[in-house]
């Protein structure tokens, strides 16, 4: 969003549970992984997408960076939720440089926000079938303050903040780096956080639905501890280990919640099946650190009736095997999936 010469930089994924850290270097059109940290962070330091403990936040990315021996200092990182408004819309044919002068008067209709209080980018999709005198746009803004929240924290943690992406759009970056679609087919994207759940339906490479649904992984967490009177930590642990004397009582409350986040998920696909009408979705693929959640992917599946498998973010990545264990980036990958698809970006990329 606000520089211009093309350098690299590092993807750097803030998410609820914990900060995610990826560098690549990009090589006669192949990618080498370089570096790749997780930091967890305490609980209760962002909430419902709002930065609310910027020290610990600021500390994590920090150490992170600092363990990960990170020379470069510009990073990209992403937003979702109720802090981003993603919107397909169509406007008059016209030269992207005429719709930049533009585009504020045209997306002022579609801000919920006093227009003057965001940031605004696009990008130009494809002409209108319908009427080529129009064109689709994909409109993204973001309120000014907080992009300014991670502007200051990525400033007090050492990085200058080169970039703003979303979560969505970065899933699609690391899928289409590591897989080669149809041109005519439509897939799943599907990213489950800890507190957030995003979905990005992508056909030939454009994005043709995006939505954001405040669930994820802290739904078992709070569910086991409910069921078994533990401390948040104590579930947490039970959630991630599966060690708990009462199995039958485990697999019990993770298949309501996987049933929960599978209903939810069907809901999405209904909404943009009856809205979009740019062809049904035949595959699924998950993201996240709550996708690993025993059983959800089986459960999705079987709700939504198409394959259903996990997005591999290393699948076309090349790496040092002495300095990365293939089981550990196999282990990881969910969880680093936004952050990798961030580190193909490059200081001043538009889009």
């Not at 930089?9 to 995610?20: C, N, P, Q, R």
């Not at 041109?183 to 454009?206: D, F, M, Q, R, T």
């Amino acid at each position: 969003m606000f520089f211009s010469k093309k350098k690299d930089l590092v993807g750097i994924d803030i998410g609820s549970s914990s900060v995610k850290l990826v560098q690549l270097r990009e090589q006669k059109g192949a990618w080498q992984l370089l570096n790749v940290g997780i930091m967890p962070l305490p609980p209760e330091a962002i909430v419902d997408n709002t930065l609310m403990d910027s020290s610990a936040i600021v500390d994590a990315v920090k150490n992170l960076g600092k363990s990960l021996s990170i020379k470069i200092k510009e990073a990209a990182c992403s937003i979702s939720g109720n802090t981003v408004i993603i919107r397909k819309i169509k406007l008059p044919a016209m030269p992207p440089e005429e719709l930049e002068d533009q585009i504020k008067w045209e997306a002022e209709q579609y801000i919920p926000f006093d227009i003057n209080d965001v940031n605004i980018d696009f990008q130009i999709l494809e002409p209108d079938e319908d009427d080529p005198t129009r064109m689709n746009v994909l409109l993204v803004a973001s309120k000014k303050e907080i992009i300014n929240d991670y502007v200051n924290v990525f400033a007090e943690s050492g990085f200058k903040l080169a970039i703003v992406d979303v979560d969505s759009f970065a899933v699609q970056n690391a899928f289409e780096l590591n897989y080669d679609s149809q041109p005519e087919e439509v897939v799943a994207l599907i990213n489950i956080g800890a507190s957030i759940l995003n979905l990005n339906i992508v056909k030939g490479g454009i994005s043709l639905f995006t939505r954001d649904v405040q669930m994820g992984g802290n739904l078992f967490t709070e569910e086991i501890q409910k069921q078994f009177a533990l401390s948040s930590d104590e579930a947490e642990r039970v959630k991630l280990t599966g060690d708990q004397p009462d199995q039958e009582k485990l697999r019990g409350v993770i298949a309501r919640i996987n049933e929960t986040l599978s209903i939810e998920v069907r809901r999405s696909l209904d909404f943009y099946n009856t809205t979009a009408g740019e062809g049904r979705v035949t595959r699924v693929y998950l993201s996240g650190g709550a996708a690993k959640t025993a059983m959800l992917a089986e459960a999705i599946q079987d709700k939504l009736g198409v394959p259903v498998e996990m997005l591999n973010p290393f699948r076309k990545i090349t790496c040092s095997e002495k300095e990365f264990d293939p089981e550990y980036l196999r282990e990881i990958g969910p969880l680093v999936t936004v952050a990798l698809g961030l580190a193909t970006r490059r200081v001043g990329d538009k889009w």
